[in-house]
């Protein structure tokens, strides 16, 4: 089955730089979720899409920014990276009236 | 905002043995679930609860629904080297709509001796 796809799996990036993750939900999935999960911390929610719209906002930086397309997959820009935004992100989807959500294997971005 | 209290934080245990853990919040939750993680690895989902009192099984693992709905927990019988992992509750929080953010317990690292 269709999983979560997120790209790209690794990222280095040196500090004051951007970066832009991509999340590809399971298909007919309408909601994306973005969570950061700091070493040792459990994930933390940044901010959500439903149907294309900011359906709920978290922890997210005023420097971090993000979007659900047409085709319902969603990008993560992250501008002015500072050392502290090294982190697993990860991606999630669901479908409304569903309580599943399934999780990308993540994008791991290290600022140096 | 909602918190969720994940216990116990860390359990070493012999293969064989059973395990349970357990999440509770002030607050009341309408979706409860529960994930694994491996390092490095993103979430896999284990079981999802919709209703207060629900128990429901996926092979060696089960978890309940809270009466109240603050509450949840998770136990592993017969646990194999493999269960090896950090296990989290998730929930949505009652009032809000299906497709609510999730929030996270803290995690349950699991160590199982074979």
């Known amino acids: 089955a269709a999983g979560v796809i997120q790209s790209p799996r690794h990222l280095i990036k040196e500090k004051r730089e951007t970066a832009t993750l991509k999340c590809y939900p399971i298909?007919?999935?309408?909601?994306v979720y973005w969570y950061q999960q700091g070493p040792g911390q459990d994930p933390q929610f940044l901010i959500s899409f439903y149907e294309k719209m900011q359906s709920d906002k978290g922890s997210i930086p005023d420097r971090f920014s993000a979007q659900q397309f047409s085709d319902y997959h969603s990008e993560l820009n992250m501008s002015s990276l500072e050392l502290g935004d090294s982190a697993l992100y990860f991606c999630?989807?669901?479908?409304?009236?569903?309580?599943?959500?399934?999780f990308g294997q993540g994008t791991r971005l290290t600022v140096v | 905002g909602q918190q969720l209290n994940q216990s116990p934080q860390s359990m070493f245990i012999q293969e064989g043995e059973d395990v349970s853990m357990n999440c509770t919040s002030s607050s009341i939750f309408n979706t409860w679930l529960w994930y694994k993680q491996d390092p490095g690895e993103g979430p896999v989902l284990l079981i999802a609860?919709?209703?207060?009192?629900e128990l429901t099984s996926n092979g060696r693992l089960t978890a309940q629904f809270g009466i109240t709905r603050k509450d949840s927990f998770l136990n592993i019988s017969a646990s194999i080297p493999s269960d090896v992992g950090i296990y989290f509750c998730a929930g949505r929080v009652a009032g809000g709509t299906s497709y609510g953010k999730l929030t996270f317990g803290q995690g349950t690292i699991l160590t199982v001796h074979p």
């Open positions: 609860l919709y209703k207060a009192g």
């Open positions: 298909p007919r999935h309408d909601t």
């Open positions: 999630a989807s669901s479908l409304t009236g569903i309580a599943e959500a399934f």
